[in-house]
């Protein structure tokens, strides 16, 4: 019994750190209908770009952290720009394929800037683990999972009530008709990208806290996915329930089968879930079911 | 300029070579690939083995994403399952190499039927998530599943032979090879002129008015998943047989995306642009790292900066050729061959 309360409290903490991920890809998928296969790489470097600033630049945490959001963002809009601004009206397979070619080339300028090696942070926390009752949870873990639920709900409340997020709710739901209502459509797919690099970003720093950095970091990415198809692709409340299932499911799994197949369950489980799921309702739990016409 | 181009049946205007001078520049291409093996070294010729397995799986892939718009991330795991099929066929059973070969293909097709069936319910992105899955669970299974397919020190294949005559070098598996390759290429460009292939490329235009024309949606995607999938598996039984080993590391999730890499680079949808886009995307990393090798020992400082390029050169072909050239290598050669068509014309 405490192994599973152990489990599902990493799960949990786990799955909050998924959630802010997933939130950068669904941001981007609300807003512009893309599938971004570079959520990954956006989070590695986001935590390339934290290791640059606190160590090899020397500043303090907060402005790192904040450095960090300003350089994501900045590169969100580029790639925005430069890439997939082209792309507009074209098939999926297109963009599928650009934003893989995208990952692989931020992958490889992340090897070369900043080599193979594995990098830590110095530690920025107190080490003393957490404990509740039973429970031992690595403070990393921990505090991660509290910057990554603040991240959310700084995210929740600006799509909530922020000008810009009201534009973007609107751009979402009704291109044609948020552009009559004076919205900039253009300008919010730009503010869609770089949120989403800003929260994939954090996302990399709080990941490459817990276990160190390379730049193979980025297939964590792949993870997203059944977290964002569990909740629905455009489902923003999707993405942070999916992120906790997710979280707890490859924690559970992993605990309990690990022994019986020699490991990797954890990085399966949460695929063989979303067969499942897709199975059962092939728009996710939470999406918005698509009703064609000719 | 190549005139007198006129057709008088039907017939004529859908054959495969439709004039003269196609039939003549195809029978010189065939000569030259009959006569390559007898001027070429061995790495030539391992390089243009391999360069056949792609093309036959890139060819595979392109009937299903390309002609039937299903996008596939899993298609490296379907090489995978015909890989494994047929060296545990040849271990376990002693099958020659000439059964080996179509069951490893209807082995990939029977997997690639069940990863197909979610696409009764589903499509596009939903569907192309649903193919990353089964990549990730069939590299799991090639992993984990070691009392059968041996883990991650895989499974060591003895050379192929037929009728007692035993395949061992290069040069001679260039001679299943090859053949194998025309004969799958030619399948492909003959299936887009049945009702079948019709119907994968109806689906893909517009799937509900596929099916208002009466196209079984289910049914006709299943077939593109498997026709799809037995290429994979002949092409997985090939390159089994060439590198003599099979590992869990040839086909990660890498490997899949360097499939759709070539069909997008060659073309979405055309049998040709799979060929150029397999051609490409094999020889172009291989030319990058030999001419990167040069810098060996030179400094090694720079070599860990050069390294990564080929990740990034991957990379940005991608992206570059959707930017710039969406419809890829078949159509640069489309225009190219205008060119000399109307020479000394402009149009």
């Given amino acids: ?294 | 300029m190549r005139i007198g181009d006129y057709k008088e049946s039907y017939s004529a205007d859908e054959a495969v070579f439709r004039t003269g001078t196609v039939r003549v520049w195809m029978l010189l291409l065939f000569v030259a690939m009959a006569v390559f093996p007898f001027w070429a070294g061995p790495y030539l010729l391992y390089m243009a083995n391999l360069t056949g397995v792609a093309i036959i799986a890139a060819v595979g892939l392109n009937i299903l994403t390309g002609a039937a718009g299903q996008i596939s991330l899993g298609h490296a795991a379907f090489v995978g399952i015909g890989a494994y099929t047929a060296a545990i066929l040849t271990t376990r059973l002693g099958l020659p190499f000439l059964i080996c070969l179509p069951l490893s293909g209807i082995s990939a097709a029977f997997f690639g039927m069940i990863v197909g069936a979610p696409s009764m319910r589903m499509k596009g992105l939903y569907l192309c998530i649903a193919t990353l899955a089964a990549q990730m669970i069939f590299e799991f299974i090639f992993v984990h599943w070691t009392s059968v397919t041996g883990g991650i020190r895989g499974i060591n294949v003895p050379t192929a032979s037929i009728f007692g005559i035993s395949f061992d070098t290069e040069f001679k598996m260039y001679f299943i090879t090859v053949p194998i390759m025309v004969i799958a290429v030619s399948a492909a460009r003959n299936l887009f002129r049945t009702r079948v292939g019709r119907a994968f490329i109806a689906i893909r235009d517009r799937d509900i008015s596929a099916e208002l024309m009466g196209i079984n949606l289910f049914q006709y995607k299943l077939y593109a998943f498997a026709t799809s999938s037995f290429f994979a598996g002949v092409a997985g039984c090939l390159q089994v047989y060439i590198l003599k080993i099979v590992t869990p590391e040839h086909f990660p999730l890498h490997e899949s995306v360097r499939y759709l890499a070539m069909i997008i680079v060659g073309g979405l949808g055309s049998v040709l642009g799979s060929i150029f886009g397999a051609i490409f995307m094999t020889c172009v990393p291989e030319a990058l790292q030999s001419l990167l090798s040069l810098f060996q020992g030179i400094d090694d400082k720079i070599m860990s900066y050069l390294y990564p390029l080929q990740t990034v050169v991957f990379g940005m072909l991608i992206v570059v050729f959707l930017v710039f050239e969406p419809h890829g290598l078949a159509e640069m050669w489309r225009r190219l061959k205008d060119y000399f068509r109307l020479w000394p014309f402009e149009h």
């Fill in chain 1, 1 to 294: 019994m405490d192994i599973l309360a152990q489990l599902i409290v990493s799960g949990i903490a786990v799955g909050g750190v998924y959630a802010l991920i997933a939130l950068g890809f669904v941001v981007i998928y609300k807003a512009t209908s893309i599938i971004n296969f570079a959520t990954g790489e956006f989070m590695m470097i986001g935590a390339y770009f934290f290791y640059t600033f606190l160590v090899m630049v020397g500043m303090p945490p907060i402005p790192s952290f904040l450095m960090v959001m300003l350089c994501s963002a900045m590169l969100g809009l580029f790639i925005e720009r430069a890439i997939l601004r082209h792309m507009l009206g074209q098939p999926t397979i297109s963009i599928v394929m650009v934003t893989i070619g995208l990952s692989s080339i931020l992958m490889g300028l992340a090897e070369m800037i900043w080599s193979t090696d594995f990098k830590n942070f110095p530690p920025l926390f107190p080490r003393a683990p957490i404990i509740l009752g039973d429970i031992i949870i690595r403070s990393n873990l921990f505090w991660g999972f509290i910057v990554a639920m603040l991240a959310v709900a700084a995210f929740a409340l600006l799509f909530k009530y922020a000008k810009v997020g009201v534009a973007m709710r609107a751009t979402a739901g009704d291109q044609m008709a948020a552009f009559s209502m004076g919205i900039n459509v253009r300008t919010m797919f730009t503010v869609a990208w770089s949120l989403g690099a800003i929260a994939a970003a954090l996302g990399g720093v709080i990941i490459g806290n817990i276990g160190g950095i390379q730049p193979t970091l980025g297939n964590i990415g792949l993870k997203i996915f059944p977290v964002v198809i569990l909740g629905g692709l455009d489902s923003i409340a999707g993405a942070v329930v999916g992120g906790f299932i997710v979280g707890l499911v490859e924690n559970i799994a992993g605990g309990y089968l690990d022994p019986y197949v020699g490991g990797g369950v954890k990085d399966l489980a949460p695929f063989v879930v979303l067969v499942l799921i897709l199975l059962i309702k092939p728009y996710g739990l939470f999406g918005k079911e698509d009703i064609e016409r000719l």
